[in-house]
């Protein structure tokens, strides 16, 4: 007991790995399985073994890399910021760092008139700028059939899918996704068809790696 002190002792360390209270052990395996079973069907930890033969895929890239027709000094990137991602900041900068000026927006969607306001920023930044760069983060928890879906939604809008449209075609923009941003493009179909397409059963999609390599 320490003098001077007003505490109440709850317990102290034991070698075991249980929690007991009074005459009670509760191990603590268990309690983990017990706080884990209640969502593990709707947020499943393990995959199904896969026994069949895995193909081994390697890609070799052909003839020289893409870039932009235009030859601008400081071209000038965006940057949205939706709900749940992050790294903007650090885009940002890496692109600064290149020579380019970056222009980071959040997509705010607390109200109806939010989401109209950051839809209009959305098409004028598109429109004045020559990169688009989607960062990565944490959006729609992260679940890899979902995760880009809210920012696709958003970029399917008629408006904003319209300037993507013109960005590409006409000023041959280029565009950038990282993590959730890279999955928001495969959702939109312009990896690897070039341009927002309606999904369908044949377009490829991002999903759970079950031989865990």
Known sequence: MLEGYNYVVLGSTV??????IKSEELALDELYKAHCSTLEPIFPTKTEEVKSKIETISYISQGEAKKSSLSIATPRVFIPAFPGTNCEYDSARAFERAGANASIRVFKNLTYK???DSIDTIVNEIKSS????LPGG?????????????IATVFRNPRVQE?????????????????NGFQVLIKLGLVPYGEIRVPSESAPTLTYNNIGR
């Open 15 to 20: 070698k075991e790995a249980s929690i007991f």
């Open 114 to 116: 939010d989401i109209e």
């Open 130 to 133: 020559q990169i688009i760069m």
């Open 138 to 150: 944490f959006s729609a928890g992260d679940e890899p059939d979902g995760s880009g879906k809210f």
């Open 163 to 179: 300037a993507i449209n013109e960005f590409l075609t006409q000023k041959d923009g280029l565009m950038l996704g990282i993590c």
